[in-house]
């Protein structure tokens, strides 16, 4: 990037002056107390982003059967909205009151109440008590978490089970609230035959939005899974939107959760999810959930009576932290390098914008900086554009993360149509001005050449994107 001129940096904008945005953040785990969250709420509003996911902690909420206490989860909320976020709610886990099972689990995660009328009940009466207490401040209720894994469903998945449980959740949900609008799948896999079963049972009727998540060090894998969902809910519902509920990768390679056997750092951490990010905003996603807020514990598999079952940390945080004797998440919750990459794409991509073609040709030429050609493989890249007029193109060579640092050069030639140009890291925000023996004109197209790429996102603005 030394051959360009630096002139500026990205805007950061805070959350409680963005209207609309497409990026969100997990804030899960307060069912279970996994951190603090009034550490934390500065430092998410900061990002620019709207959309938070919470977990409703049904469990934490009724302790005693038909009695409900939101006092908890209502501080939560009014902290998350007066900074201008938009919280959106996974309704989970169990209940030991109602489900022996849940007794056993730390936090009863993964043990639904569908095995009696008792249990069945006492969910539906919480949901439609939750959805009631929350009218007009939430409005996207989302079923359980990853019930096509056995971490969630533990007692064995079976996707008919889980249809049937989002349909009387649904019910519930419109119940308490008719304009609540309803999430289910909630998968963390790609199993055709699974998510087949599911919506046999007629849950297609009953739902708004299909979420999913999707832990990969490889971008690429976004495309063909959004293609082959959406494939799925036009069969069955084609009203029916699609939310990227969980993506992520750890900053250690010793922690525990989704991908942790790679060697992970915080560079690494945070080219995913500067890649993931991007590549979902290219997609037809209502908006993406980046997992997570500030590391914390796994705690998905433990047991009640084996505290070290349940120190299972994960690092995928953007903030970092220290764990306390009962595996609590402590400390200054400082932010990675991934915070500053989502908070520098959250405010470029805030408001209105689409998916676009723009007029861009890339070009192979020769290019003294590498001695070589120009890169012309594994280039991702899109086009998007805002009402102002103003548009933009993001690039970058999808090498591979765990093995690769990248950078090469590009040759573009564009039709810029008297728009300034400049070129946006959106790993630092940095701008910069390209130097004109860098660019060639012919009559109105212009030709960029042996500009940088890198292997990860770099965003070739037309105006005041």
């Given at each position: 990037?030394?051959?360009?001129?630096?002139?500026?940096?990205?805007?950061?904008?805070?959350?409680?002056?963005?209207?609309?945005?497409?990026?969100?953040?997990?804030?899960?785990?307060?069912?279970?107390?996994?951190?603090?969250?009034?550490?934390?709420?500065?430092?998410?509003?900061?990002?620019?982003?709207?959309?938070?996911?919470?977990?409703?902690?049904?469990?934490?909420?009724?302790?005693?059967?038909?009695?409900?206490?939101?006092?908890?989860?209502?501080?939560?909320?009014?902290?998350?909205?007066?900074?201008?976020?938009?919280?959106?709610?996974?309704?989970?886990?169990?209940?030991?009151?109602?489900?022996?099972?849940?007794?056993?689990?730390?936090?009863?995660?993964?043990?639904?109440?569908?095995?009696?009328?008792?249990?069945?009940?006492?969910?539906?009466?919480?949901?439609?008590?939750?959805?009631?207490?929350?009218?007009?401040?939430?409005?996207?209720?989302?079923?359980?978490?990853?019930?096509?894994?056995?971490?969630?469903?533990?007692?064995?998945?079976?996707?008919?089970?889980?249809?049937?449980?989002?349909?009387?959740?649904?019910?519930?949900?419109?119940?308490?609230?008719?304009?609540?609008?309803?999430?289910?799948?909630?998968?963390?896999?790609?199993?055709?035959?699974?998510?087949?079963?599911?919506?046999?049972?007629?849950?297609?009727?009953?739902?708004?939005?299909?979420?999913?998540?999707?832990?990969?060090?490889?971008?690429?894998?976004?495309?063909?899974?959004?293609?082959?969902?959406?494939?799925?809910?036009?069969?069955?519902?084609?009203?029916?939107?699609?939310?990227?509920?969980?993506?992520?990768?750890?900053?250690?390679?010793?922690?525990?959760?989704?991908?942790?056997?790679?060697?992970?750092?915080?560079?690494?951490?945070?080219?995913?999810?500067?890649?993931?990010?991007?590549?979902?905003?290219?997609?037809?996603?209502?908006?993406?959930?980046?997992?997570?807020?500030?590391?914390?514990?796994?705690?998905?598999?433990?047991?009640?009576?084996?505290?070290?079952?349940?120190?299972?940390?994960?690092?995928?945080?953007?903030?970092?932290?220290?764990?306390?004797?009962?595996?609590?998440?402590?400390?200054?919750?400082?932010?990675?390098?991934?915070?500053?990459?989502?908070?520098?794409?959250?405010?470029?991509?805030?408001?209105?914008?689409?998916?676009?073609?723009?007029?861009?040709?890339?070009?192979?030429?020769?290019?003294?900086?590498?001695?070589?050609?120009?890169?012309?493989?594994?280039?991702?890249?899109?086009?998007?554009?805002?009402?102002?007029?103003?548009?933009?193109?993001?690039?970058?060579?999808?090498?591979?993360?765990?093995?690769t640092d990248f950078e090469s050069t590009i040759t573009l030639e564009v039709l810029p149509f008297g728009k300034q140009l400049r070129i946006v890291d959106l790993m630092d925000?940095?701008?910069?001005?390209?130097?004109e023996d860098m660019i060639e004109k012919n009559e109105g197209a212009v030709k960029l050449k042996n500009i940088p790429i890198k292997d990860t996102p770099l965003l070739l603005?037309?105006?005041?994107?």
């Amino acid at each position: 990037m030394e051959r360009l001129i630096e002139c500026g940096k990205v805007e950061i904008k805070n959350s409680s002056v963005v209207k609309k945005s497409r990026i969100g953040l997990g804030f899960e785990k307060l069912d279970r107390g996994a951190f603090h969250p009034e550490k934390a709420y500065d430092k998410v509003a900061a990002l620019g982003l709207k959309w938070i996911r919470l977990q409703s902690g049904w469990q934490r909420t009724e302790k005693v059967k038909g009695e409900y206490d939101f006092s908890w989860l209502d501080d939560v909320l009014d902290n998350l909205i007066s900074r201008g976020l938009i919280p959106w709610m996974c309704l989970a886990y169990g209940n030991g009151l109602y489900t022996e099972d849940a007794r056993k689990y730390y936090g009863a995660a993964g043990c639904p109440p569908i095995n009696s009328k008792d249990e069945i009940e006492g969910w539906c009466n919480y949901v439609t008590a939750l959805t009631n207490h929350y009218k007009g401040k939430i409005e996207l209720y989302e079923v359980w978490n990853e019930p096509d894994g056995i971490w969630a469903w533990k007692h064995g998945v079976n996707a008919t089970e889980y249809g049937n449980f989002a349909i009387s959740t649904a019910k519930a949900v419109k119940k308490g609230d008719a304009d609540a609008k309803v999430v289910a799948g909630v998968t963390s896999g790609d199993d055709l035959a699974y998510m087949d079963d599911m919506f046999k049972t007629g849950m297609g009727d009953y739902i708004d939005y299909f979420s999913y998540h999707n832990y990969t060090w490889n971008e690429y894998d976004v495309f063909g899974r959004v293609n082959a969902l959406r494939a799925v809910c036009n069969h069955y519902n084609p009203k029916i939107k699609l939310i990227q509920g969980e993506s992520g990768a750890p900053s250690r390679s010793d922690g525990r959760g989704a991908l942790r056997r790679g060697a992970w750092t915080p560079t690494r951490q945070a080219k995913l999810c500067a890649r993931h990010t991007m590549v979902d905003l290219m997609t037809e996603v209502e908006f993406t959930s980046y997992f997570t807020t500030v590391d914390m514990a796994e705690a998905l598999r433990g047991t009640v009576d084996d505290k070290s079952s349940y120190m299972d940390f994960g690092y995928f945080g953007i903030l970092s932290a220290d764990f306390d004797e009962n595996g609590i998440a402590v400390g200054e919750y400082k932010p990675k390098p991934s915070y500053i990459a989502l908070q520098t794409i959250s405010s470029v991509f805030s408001e209105e914008f689409e998916v676009c073609s723009l007029p861009i040709n890339i070009r192979h030429e020769h290019s003294e900086r590498v001695f070589a050609e120009d890169v012309r493989e594994r280039i991702i890249s899109c086009g998007f554009k805002r009402e102002n007029g103003a548009s933009a193109f993001v690039y970058w060579h999808s090498a591979d993360l765990m093995t690769t640092d990248f950078e090469s050069t590009i040759t573009l030639e564009v039709l810029p149509f008297g728009k300034q140009l400049r070129i946006v890291d959106l790993m630092d925000g940095k701008i910069y001005e390209i130097p004109e023996d860098m660019i060639e004109k012919n009559e109105g197209a212009v030709k960029l050449k042996n500009i940088p790429i890198k292997d990860t996102p770099l965003l070739l603005t037309f105006g005041d994107f």
